[in-house]
């Protein structure tokens, strides 16, 4: 029996979105940062990652914000990440229907070095399992499938930036930060990541097919992100990408998702328990390009 886990958000079908995963069931403190808080280097927009491990953990709330012409569709979550080991658990609450019910039950997603595990109240999936993706084979390296960008990749995602400028400082939550904007590659990105987050990140450089991301991101005065919001470009049409490189004309319609992580209450312990073999709906994973 083939299953289609629902995309995560029914009316981005219109905008030619793809935000799922298809399951074949039956088959196997305070402190001076390095640059302080006046300096306007670029190097301390790329070492946001490696000040996030040193940080530990943090609590998260995300957004993702999806446009195709005039559709508009808003997903959130909110949870915690522990940096060190690279793990955490957000809860996704999903958009309502047309007329304004929750028409879905939110998502709980854990997210691991490789792998994203969704407990999913999806047609085929038994209530009480867990689905695996592995993702090194999606083709946007989790960045939007999950409806939720990864913390710590959004922070890895940085190590690529350039066109840096300092906008100001300013006061987020209480906090005073640097403001930031730049745009960063996701393939440069790629080769200077971590080891747990450059799979995803290669694999997302092939996917999009604009891998120049647009981003705005703030630091506090020990260099820590406190939020951090990125601009992802693809197209409706699979093919798009070998048109644009072969130069034929032709311009696809682009989908924009607007991804924005907000990172507070650092050093807040995050528990983050794996699903046991058992509780694992275990299925071959097939995906498709961002559309």
Partial sequence: ????RRRMVTAAAAAGFVCGVTVLAGCAGNGAAAD??????GDSVRRAADVLVRAGSSKVTTSMEMASGGTRVMITGSGGFDYGKGRGELRITLPRDAAGAQEHHPV??????????????????PADKWVRVDTTQLSDGNLVTGGAT???????????????????EETFLGVRVRHFRGSTDIARAARSASPATRGPLAAAAKGFTVTEVPFDVYLDAQGRPRKVSQRFTFSSDPSAKQVRQSG????????????TTVLDTFGTPVNVVLPKSADIYNGKIVTAPPK
């Fill in 1 to 4: 029996m083939v299953m289609q």
């Fill in 36 to 41: 302080g808080l006046g300096a306007d280097s």
């Fill in 108 to 125: 709980t997603e854990l997210m691991t070095p490789g792998s994203l595990y969704m407990k999913d109240r999806g047609e085929g999936v």
């Fill in 150 to 168: 990864d913390p710590l990749a959004a922070a890895e995602l940085l190590r690529g930036a350039r066109k840096v400028e300092l906008v100001g």
């Fill in 248 to 259: 034929k004309p032709g311009t696809p319609r682009d989908v924009t998702v607007t991804s």
